[in-house]
């Protein structure tokens, strides 16, 4: 069972930035794409980027042009980088799959916490 550990979640400043990683051992990279999410106080989850197995990317109209995803299959790792960041991005953040019948959820991780102060 694949487990996953988001990181680098923080506190910064309107216009700040932050890298966020997702580690996630015995993945299975060539099979499954991934995706980033997040969940702000009394909203639901969001869909906010994903990275399929050839690298293609895709971003929510909200964070594009300001976030990137990328990922290291050597490392077992995802990253976010998250530039101009606004209040609105506060949220939890998580990584996942992107749910398909192909590629199920697997076992949510306790996410990351990013803070954008005005």
């Known amino acids: 069972q694949v487990h996953l550990l988001e990181s680098g979640g923080g506190s910064v400043q309107t216009g700040g930035s932050l890298r966020l990683s997702c580690t996630a051992p015995?993945?299975?990279?060539?099979?499954?794409?991934m995706a980033w999410y997040r969940q702000a106080d009394g909203k639901q989850r969001e869909w906010v980027s994903s990275?399929?197995?050839?690298?293609?990317?895709t971003y929510a109209d909200s964070v594009k042009g300001r976030f990137t995803i990328s990922k290291d299959k050597a490392k077992d790792t995802m990253y976010l980088q998250m530039n101009s960041l606004k209040p609105e991005d506060t949220a939890m953040y998580s990584c996942?799959?992107?749910?398909?019948?192909?590629?199920?959820?697997?076992?949510w991780g306790q996410g990351t916490q990013v803070t954008v102060s005005s």
């Open positions: 996942n799959t992107r749910g398909s019948s192909l590629c199920p959820y697997v076992n």
């Open positions: 990275i399929n197995t050839a690298g293609g990317t």
């Open positions: 015995g993945f299975n990279w060539g099979r499954c794409g």
